[in-house]
């Protein structure tokens, strides 16, 4: 696991970020293909566009100028070929152009024209945008056409020069529309994949995470069991031996061995199942309104005797003055009994526990205090982890599964309280529990 690891996530994360580096080869390369269709079908209706406004062959009499092949005479003209301009009103033009579009599937796109003779020295017809879009060349397509009767008419002599000019304006917001649904699909999806590939690292993560927790829990409990076991093997063994037998001390001592060694054995079982019914959330508390005070008296008394072995002393403070809350007997006094438990387990030499009860507002608050060995920063983020384990240095007597503070945070949360720590590492640390008072 440790090595199959690390190969998944580089792999994984090559992949992903070959196909998005892919993706954006793929619109690129759609974007340019839809900017030439753009400028080829705006060039084709142009010209289409161009050949409408030269199909009329109107024109119009010019009288002659004398000469000396071509005398004056009132019935003799001139003809030329009215321009653009004068044959066609702007709207005229402007309608022939759209139909233009239309047919060569620009329908609803924009355009600003212009008609001009000359280039731009003659008479000229202008839409009222047409010089703003066509000064800006980056971003707006423009085609100008030649505007004059097909070659060999009798008129392609006869008319004035005048150029067409069509210009497009924001030709990348027609392009983006155009691949828009393409560009969204493609970041939609590279999202899920992102997000799936960073749940998939997660996952792993956390597998790898309960497979370490797992086999120190197997670890924790093999020695749990390992040393009761083993002690009630060597009772058994002497209470076969004759001399035994024949002394009746000696046999009830071996006797209370295994016996002690059973209860042991019985608790710690007991505590896996609790556990057990606490993740499928089976537990079902008997709240009944309580004194707080009369509950956390009975786990005093039964620390007293385990803190005297150690040379220590237990002080309570119980300064609240309202302490009925909505409580289980049973697990009230078995959470409070785990906190003064931990804080003996994990003391130094003559430990000095201190419980003090107060009010704050419509809350009921202990707080549990210790001189013991201190927890750091990462293990106080993490101590009501189910199955984690402090590091204890060298105290080696600390023994059992890591579920005390899980079993503690979950019963302080089904009482609607909070819990939280504070600790200075070899200092010792501090409980502070809040319960809703009862109404």
Same mark, same amino acid.
């Given at each position: 696991m440790k090595k199959i690891f690390p190969v998944i996530t580089v792999l994984t994360a090559l992949s992903l970020l070959g196909l998005i580096f892919f993706q954006f080869l793929w619109l690129?390369?759609?974007k340019e293909i839809k900017e030439q269709q753009l400028n080829e079908n705006i060039a084709k209706a142009s010209n289409e566009a161009a050949i409408k406004l030269m199909e009329d062959n109107s024109f119009?009499?010019?009288?002659?100028k004398n000469s000396l092949l071509f005398p004056s005479d009132k019935t003799q003209f001139d003809f030329v070929r009215p321009s653009v301009i004068q044959r066609f009103s702007k709207d005229d033009i402007k309608d022939i152009i759209k139909n233009s579009f239309d047919r060569n599937g620009l329908a609803g796109i924009s355009f600003e024209f212009a008609i001009t003779e000359n280039t731009w020295l003659g008479d000229q017809l202008v839409t009222d945008n047409f010089f703003k879009y066509y000064l800006d060349s980056t971003h707006n397509v423009r085609n100008v056409i030649f505007l004059q009767p097909?070659?060999?008419?009798?008129?392609? %002599?006869?008319?004035?020069?005048?150029?067409?000019?069509?210009?497009?304006?924001?030709?990348n917001s027609i392009v983006f529309k155009e691949i828009g649904w393409f560009i969204l699909g493609a970041i939609i999806f590279t999202i899920i994949i992102t997000t799936a590939f960073f749940l998939t690292i997660r996952t792993l993560l956390r597998q790898k995470k309960l497979s370490e927790i797992k086999s120190d829990f197997i670890n924790n409990m093999t020695h749990e069991f390992k040393t009761p076991l083993a002690t009630i093997s060597l009772a058994v063994d002497a209470l076969k031996n004759e001399k035994v037998i024949a002394d009746k001390d000696k046999s009830n001592y071996f006797t209370g061995i295994i016996k002690e060694e059973n209860k042991r054995m019985n608790k710690q079982v007991e505590t896996i199942l609790q556990a057990a019914?606490?993740?499928?959330q089976e537990v079902q508390l008997n709240l009944k309104k309580l004194s707080a005070h009369a509950?956390?008296?009975?786990?005093?008394?039964?620390?007293?005797?385990?803190?005297?072995q150690k040379g220590g002393q237990?002080?309570?403070?119980? %300064?609240?003055?309202?302490?009925?809350?909505?409580?289980?007997?049973?697990?009230?006094t078995n959470f409070v009994n785990n906190l003064l438990d931990n804080a003996v387990k994990y003391s130094k030499?003559?430990?000095?526990?201190?419980?003090?009860?107060s009010n704050a507002g419509s809350n009921f608050k202990i707080k549990i205090d210790d001189n013991g060995i201190g927890m750091n920063k990462e293990t106080l983020?993490?101590?009501?982890?189910?199955?984690?384990?402090?590091?204890?240095? %060298?105290v080696h007597n600390v023994k059992g599964f890591g579920l005390g503070l899980s079993y503690v945070k979950t019963m302080v949360d089904a009482h609607h309280g909070t819990i939280k720590a504070e600790s200075t590492l070899g200092k010792g640390s501090s409980f502070i529990i809040t319960i809703p008072l009862a109404k």
């Open positions: 690129k390369s759609a119009l009499p010019r009288p002659r097909p070659s060999g008419s009798n008129l392609e %002599n006869l008319s004035k020069e005048e150029f067409l000019v069509i210009v497009v304006p924001h030709q019914l606490l993740d499928k509950l956390i008296s009975t786990a005093l008394n039964n620390m007293t005797l385990p803190i005297e237990l002080i309570s403070h119980l %300064n609240a003055s309202k302490d009925m809350i909505m409580a289980d007997e049973v697990h009230f030499e003559n430990p000095e526990i201190k419980l003090t009860t983020n993490r101590i009501f982890e189910k199955f984690y384990r402090a590091h204890t240095g %060298n």
